[in-house]
């Protein structure tokens, strides 16, 4: 396996659409095994490929809590058959957007279809941090990040901070 470079705002890259798997394989499978190392090391719960540079429908996500055993999850060309009126506000981060936080309202539940690691297809309704997760994840395959549901005053200011992080980076890297 290998860790893949995440890639951050304000990369172009990230607001491409990604296209359909169709149909599971061993490379889709390398790749689903890749990013789960990338998001374990980086740490995350979450991670879309078009985040690591690919535009393929494929995330990964293990909401297991720090005292509990890894529960990996993999999801190819995933979709929401039907969602509640309810809503639920949470609480978002982004590897994309590192250490930066804000309140996202989402959909309560969702009915997701999706293939699983093994080329199964699954349809279920998922809620609570789930539904919140794969939601977020889902936008990243339609060119969306999670900071495009906030003011734009907000968006500029998440973005700002990540470019004076990654010079500050930079240049005690070139020190």
């Known amino acids: 396996m290998t860790i893949q470079k995440i890639l951050t705002v304000p990369n172009p890259v990230l607001k491409q659409v990604s296209r359909p798997v169709k149909t599971m394989d061993d490379q889709i499978r390398k790749l689903m095994d890749d990013m789960l190392e990338t998001m374990y090391d980086a740490p995350g719960i979450g991670l879309a490929a078009i985040q690591v540079g690919i535009p393929l429908r494929v995330i990964v996500m293990d909401l297991a809590g720090p005292d509990e055993d890894p529960a990996p999850m993999c999801f190819a060309d995933p979709e929401v ?36 690691y093994h080329g199964k297809e699954v349809v279920k309704w998922v809620d609570g941090l789930f539904a919140t997760c794969i939601q977020h994840e889902m936008d990243h395959l339609n060119g969306v990040l999670f900071i495009d549901h906030l003011s734009r005053l907000k968006r500029q200011r998440a973005v700002r901070k990540v470019q004076k992080a990654e010079r500050d980076r930079a240049i005690e890297a070139a020190e």
Request: contains cysteine; aromatic residues 12%; glycine residues 2%.
């Open 81 to 116: 058959l039907e969602d509640v009126e309810e809503m639920r506000l949470w609480e978002e981060g982004c590897l994309s957007v590192p250490d930066f936080y804000e309140d996202v309202e989402r959909p309560e539940r969702v009915k997701l279809k999706y293939m699983d």
